[in-house]
């Protein structure tokens, strides 16, 4: 099955510009999707797709990928934007077969 | 307003088995895939199973593939997950997660709180 890679542990400055980034083979047939959980929170949904954002979620974040790399950008980072972001993306299999990326701790400074 | 509200976790023995359920509501069930996502203590998300909106189509991962079963029934609103043979590494808070799409796109757009299996003799 495929798997995601994601670097554990990211920081930024308050009002700086982050990237977070997932790594995989299914990423070059698939656009992943992005969660933010916050502790004791089920996660939240903030880009699907080719860069679509659910309502309700602020546009500072925003979604690229190029090949077997994803990033989601968060523009003017937030104390609340304090989280733990995972990546999500279908097996490029075409089962039925979904993988999560470890997930990156996000700190604000 | 959607809602998903898990139910049927608990403490059980390892190889026994538990049935989780996720009701339903604030959107036309049968239109959306769902799937169960398990989070372990203090580790990340883990995908478990997922299912098309008329049965169709299933799958699960490898960790549970042969010990766990989806269901749903969308006459009740309800999505199902049967676990037998429980391991201790099966101990987590399960969610429940509905898809964007009628097919599993894998977008889960919304969540339920979770309920917390654990297993330990």
């Known amino acids: 099955s495929s798997e995601l890679t994601q670097d554990p542990a990211v920081s930024v400055a308050l009002g700086q510009t982050v990237r977070i980034t997932c790594q995989g083979d299914s990423l070059r047939s698939f656009y992943p999707s992005w969660y933010q959980q916050k502790p004791g929170q089920a996660p939240v949904l903030v880009i699907y797709?080719?860069?679509n954002r659910p309502s309700g979620i602020p546009d500072r974040f925003s979604g690229s990928s190029s090949g077997n790399t994803a990033s989601l950008t968060v523009t003017g980072a937030q104390a609340d934007d304090e989280a733990d972001y995972y990546c999500?993306?279908?097996?490029?299999?075409?089962?039925?077969?979904?993988?999560f990326g470890g997930g990156t701790k996000l700190t604000v400074l | 307003e959607v809602q998903l509200v898990e139910s049927g976790g608990g403490l059980v023995q390892p190889g026994r088995s538990l049935r989780l359920s996720c009701a339903a509501s604030?959107?036309?069930?049968?239109?959306?895939?769902m799937h169960w996502v398990r989070q372990a203590p203090g580790k990340g998300l883990e995908w478990v199973s997922g299912?098309?909106?008329?049965?169709?189509?299933?799958g699960y991962a490898d960790s549970v593939k042969g010990r766990f079963t989806i269901s749903r029934d969308n006459a009740k609103n309800s999505l199902y997950l049967q676990m037998n043979s429980l391991r201790p590494e099966d101990t987590a808070l399960y969610y429940c997660?509905?898809?964007?799409?009628?097919?599993?796109?894998?977008?889960?757009?919304?969540w339920g709180q979770g309920t917390l299996v654990t297993v330990s003799s």
């Open positions: 604030g959107f036309t069930f049968d239109d959306a895939a």
């Open positions: 797709g080719n860069n």
């Open positions: 999500n993306s279908r097996d490029s299999s075409g089962n039925l077969l979904m993988v």
């Open positions: 997660a509905k898809d964007r799409g009628y097919s599993a796109l894998g977008d889960f757009d919304y």
């Open positions: 299912i098309n909106w008329d049965s169709g189509k299933i």
